[in-house]
């Protein structure tokens, strides 16, 4: 079987399979998530920031298109569960979470890091002029 490492890990969990290969890929050294909101939210510079707010994502099991993200809401003291006022799980294409951002259908979204960084190198976001990342973390190796 070949999967995500989120399913990976829940099948480990849950039913004990083990893998006997990994994929890797020395273009591609991790995989992370985003959480995007508006340029004009100073009300949200920070994970804490996210109480009550709505937040889209791709769907509850989506690894970088949400549990990377409500991995690090935890640890910031934001229950995604409880917490939040309301998860907006649209589906793909993920794209669309930028969209509902961008029309204030949402307070914030949760996107992988890549397709993030694929839309500004394309001109179709513009970082801190139309987005900001919400308690970003500086990493140059998480640059493509």
Known sequence: ????????IALETEVGVSRIATLSSPTVPAIASVILTRADRADLRELSDLKGKRIAAVSPDAFAGYLVAAREMLDAGVDPETDLGERRFIGLPMFRAIEAIMEGEVDAGIVKACMAEQMV?????????????????SNDQYHS
């Open 121 to 137: 190198r394309k001109g179709l976001i513009t970082i801190n002029a139309e987005v900001i990342a919400i308690d970003a973390v």
């Open 1 to 8: 079987m070949i999967t995500n490492p989120g399913y990976y």
